[in-house]
Structure formats: structure tokens, C-alpha cells
């Protein structure tokens, strides 16, 4: 009997909880290590993610990636990264605005 929707969904948030406790288990450094995921544009900790390709997912965005291939809502990294380049944006448009009210803070 294959699985409903809801429980794929389910499981693969089990499996990405997962992957963010066995990383930090197997290097409790990785809690204080960050990086800019290639998919939502977040600045987000390393444990639990996991490098497609040339793209290097979030534990977020890892959940999204292996739930849609799962639904088979896509069957490659860059299908979910195309849909995704709106998120990217508006991340750097943030981060650029807090930025520069940091700067006119500090001018202040």
C-alpha cells in the first residue's frame, strides 16, 4: 500500500530532524557553523544540510527538496532552486536594507 501524502510529509520531517541531530551529535561545532543556503538565501547553520550537485541546501530547504521528489513534484535539485530564486531575493533585499540601517546607525 503506498503512503499518503501526509504521512510522506511526515516521515521526511522525521528525516531531516534526524540529520540535524546526528550532525551535531557526530560534531557539536557544526551548531556554530553557518553558511548562505543556495535555495531560500538564508544564512542558516550546517548541521543537517546536505550539498546537491553545486547547490548546498539548509535543513529547511533539504525537507522541501526530498518531500517534492518523493510527491514527484520534480525530479531534479534545480527545478525546486528556479522556484525558489523569489525567496533568494527577497532574503538579499533584507539583508542589504539591514545592512545599510546598520551603517546609518553607526553614522549616527
Given amino acids: 500500500m503506498s503512503k499518503t501524502p501526509e504521512e510522506i510529509i511526515e516521515e521526511m520531517q522525521l528525516v ?3 540529520m540535524v541531530k546526528d550532525d551535531l551529535e557526530e560534531n557539536p561545532d557544526l551548531a556554530d557553523e553557518y553558511f548562505d ?4 538565501g538564508k544564512n542558516k547553520c550546517i548541521a543537517g544540510s546536505i550539498q546537491y550537485d553545486k547547490y548546498r541546501l539548509c535543513n529547511d530547504c533539504v525537507l522541501l527538496a526530498e518531500t517534492g521528489f518523493a510527491l514527484k513534484k520534480f525530479d531534479n535539485i534545480q527545478a525546486l532552486i528556479d522556484a525558489m530564486e523569489e525567496n533568494r531575493l527577497e532574503e538579499l533585499c533584507s539583508f542589504i536594507k539591514e545592512e545599510q540601517t546598520r551603517k546609518d546607525n553607526l553614522n549616527n
Fill in 16 to 18: 531531516a530532524a534526524q
Fill in 37 to 40: 543556503c543556495h535555495c531560500c
